[in-house]
């Protein structure tokens, strides 16, 4: 088993951080009957659950695809892309020669 594990660090890395993304989303929402340590648990590990599909998108451009609906190249390319240049200003008008 720990073999596999090594050989295969990345699949159980991303298998085991889903896993357990999923299982802090899973928690039910404490009660007003609910112990204060459960409020504090639950307070604790929601934004642990949060970080984890984010951490999946940095480390695996795939799972940025699948998260957002974009790639990373087209993510690349709407922050690095220059704003469009702003039109000429108007020429001013002629005026005569009063010689």
């Keep these: 088993m720990v073999s596999f594990i ?3 660090q ?3 890395g ?3 951080m889903w896993l357990i993304g ?12 609910s112990s204060t340590l459960y409020e ?5 590990m929601q934004p642990i659950g949060a970080a984890i ?21 087209t993510q690349q390319a709407n922050t690095t892309s220059a704003a469009p240049a702003p039109p ?6 002629a005026t005569p020669n009063a010689s």
């Design 6 to 8: 090594q050989a295969h």
């Design 10 to 12: 990345l699949v159980v």
């Design 14 to 16: 991303i298998v085991s």
């Design 22 to 33: 999923n299982a802090v989303s899973a928690l039910p929402t404490p009660k007003d009957s």
């Design 40 to 44: 504090w648990f639950f307070k604790f």
């Design 53 to 73: 599909p984010r951490l999946m998108a940095v480390y695996s451009p795939s799972m940025l695809n699948a998260l957002t609906g974009q790639s990373q190249q």
């Design 88 to 93: 000429a200003p108007p020429a001013p008008p």
